[in-house]
């Protein structure tokens, strides 16, 4: 019921900045919360930016103030803004929208940040 699309990774130098876009399908968007989470090889993946259906957002502390999270309700789209890369920011980013006790996950999108 829910298909969520990532897309906007790819290769960037350190210092440098990428978006990631997530469409969401699904009537529940608005009524979710949103998050990114990426797993780096040999690391579990844990939870990078979320924002809750009020608007309010948390980060992981390595990522505050370097990445924002924000969302468009009306065209069930999440947004995470990276800037000032770091190459420990290289993952893979997994869209995830939480309704109702059923988490949704999408197919991720590879971010490299490297020289």
């Known amino acids: 019921q829910v298909q969520l699309v990532e897309s906007g990774g790819g290769l960037v130098q350190p210092g440098g900045s990428l978006r990631l876009s997530c469409a969401a399908s699904g009537s529940f968007f608005s009524r979710s919360a949103m998050g990114w989470y990426r797993q780096a090889p040999g690391k579990q993946r844990r939870l990078v930016a979320r924002?809750?259906?009020?608007?309010?957002?948390s980060y992981l502390d390595s990522v505050k103030g370097r990445f924002t999270i924000s969302r468009d309700n009306a065209e069930n789209t999440v947004y995470l803004q990276m800037n000032s890369l770091k190459p420990e920011d290289t993952a893979v980013y997994y869209c995830?929208?939480?309704?109702?006790?059923?988490?949704?996950w999408g197919q991720g999108t590879q971010v490299t940040v490297s020289s």
């Open positions: 924002i809750i259906m009020d608007g309010s957002t």
């Open positions: 995830n929208q939480f309704y109702y006790g059923s988490n949704y």
